[in-house]
C-alpha cells in the first residue's frame, strides 16, 4: 500500500488546514487509517485514527474539537480537517494504514504544517 499525503502549508493561528491521504489500493475500506505527527525534536505522536467503515473514530486529547478525521471509501482517502490551529500543531504530518487498530504497518512520506503566531 503506497500512502501519498497532501494539503500541508503555511497557516496562521487560528487558521484552517485540510490535509488528505490517498491510498493506491483496491481494498482500502479493509485498512484502519490513522493519522500522526512530529515536531523537531520530538517523538512522532498519534493524532486521530478512523475504523474501516468510518464508525469508530479516535482523536489525541491535544486536537479533540479542533480536528476531524473522516474518510471516503469510494476515494480510497482519508482527511484531516484542522480547524482553529495554534502554533504548537507545527510538525510533520503522516497518514498510516493498518489491518488492525493502533498496528499501522504503510506510512505516508508526510506533509509539512506550520502555524505562524
Known amino acids: 500500500v503506497q500512502l501519498q499525503a497532501s494539503g500541508g502549508g503555511l497557516v496562521q493561528a487560528g487558521g484552517s488546514l485540510r490535509l488528505s491521504c490517498a491510498a493506491s489500493?483496491?481494498?482500502?475500506?479493509?485498512?484502519?487509517m490513522g493519522w500522526f505527527r512530529q515536531a523537531p525534536g520530538k517523538e512522532r505522536e498519534f493524532v486521530a485514527g478512523?475504523?474501516?467503515?468510518?464508525?469508530?473514530?479516535d482523536h489525541a486529547d491535544s486536537v479533540k474539537g479542533r480536528f476531524t478525521i473522516s474518510r471516503d471509501n469510494a476515494k480510497s482517502t482519508v482527511y484531516l480537517q484542522m480547524n482553529s490551529l495554534k502554533p504548537e500543531d507545527t510538525a510533520v504530518y503522516y497518514c498510516?494504514?493498518?489491518?488492525?487498530?493502533?498496528?499501522?504497518?504503510?506510512w505516508g512520506q508526510g506533509t509539512q504544517v506550520t502555524v505562524s503566531s
Open positions: 498510516a494504514a493498518g489491518t488492525a487498530w493502533a498496528a499501522y504497518r504503510y
Open positions: 478512523i475504523s474501516w467503515s468510518g464508525s469508530t473514530i
Open positions: 489500493t483496491r481494498t482500502f475500506s479493509s485498512y484502519v
